[in-house]
């Protein structure tokens, strides 16, 4: 089972420069996420979805934007890249309770 | 305001030398707390899901307890292989669409 998948694993930008970070479950699961992760910060969330063409702020959402076309498919956009957007994004998923299966993670480094 | 807080931020232990790991937390009421391992380079991996204060789950060398305001995770004669960062969530009754993580502890066992 390829479960949380996510494309691409590494990225360099510029300043200023855009991208998009898919993600894919295949598990059928309704809610999805969108973390990324610092160095001595917890997991933090920036937009979710309980639901395909739904999408939802987290904690932290400025700079980002997402879409839901499809079910198995989760969408996190950068429009315009910051250098403090340099981490580790994970994206998750899970079905309406339980625990949240994540992906290996794309690091992301902006210049 | 929900917040997780873990400890020690380190911990380092000779093989067999068996220890606890602590998340302190506060929430507007629980519905769920999880604990995760991830390894370097990994995305947070499922160990345990406690939902009520007095509940035990074991796994193999590992046992998460849970009380009204922490949890522990007990590491029983840990074996290298058990080296990783253990992260702790809560899901909140309100907002139960969030899991709002600690930092992690880093465990290292040694040989």
């Keep these: 089972n390829a479960g949380v998948t996510q494309t691409p694993k590494f990225r360099v930008l510029k300043t200023g420069q855009s991208m998009t970070l898919l993600c894919a479950q295949d598990m059928n699961h309704e809610y ?4 990324r992760q610092d160095p001595g910060m917890g997991l933090r969330l920036i937009h979710y979805s309980v639901g395909e063409g739904t999408t939802a702020k987290g904690e932290v959402p400025d700079g980002y934007n997402v879409s839901r076309l499809k079910k198995q498919n989760f969408l996190l956009g950068l429009e315009s890249a910051a250098p403090s957007q340099t981490s580790v994004y994970f994206c998750a998923s899970r079905i309406y309770t339980g625990e949240l299966f994540f992906g290996e993670g ?5 210049l | 305001e929900d917040q997780v807080t873990q400890s020690p931020e380190a911990l380092r232990l000779q093989e067999g030398e068996s220890s606890s790991l602590n998340c302190s937390y506060t929430v507007s009421g629980l519905r769920g707390l999880f604990w995760y391992r991830q390894d370097p380079g990994k995305g947070p991996e499922f160990l345990f899901t406690l939902y009520s204060a007095g509940e035990e789950k074991e796994k193999e060398r590992l046992k998460a307890t849970l009380t009204k305001k922490e ?3 007990h590491i029983t004669a ?10 702790c969530a809560v899901q909140a009754a309100t907002g139960a669409n ?4 600690g930092t992690g502890t880093r465990l290292t066992v040694i040989p």
């Design chain 1, 32 to 35: 999805m996420y969108w973390y």
């Design chain 1, 106 to 110: 794309s690091r992301l480094t902006v």
């Design chain 2, 71 to 73: 949890s522990f995770l």
């Design chain 2, 78 to 87: 840990p074996k290298p292989e058990d080296s990783a960062t253990y992260l």
């Design chain 2, 98 to 101: 969030n899991l709002f993580f």
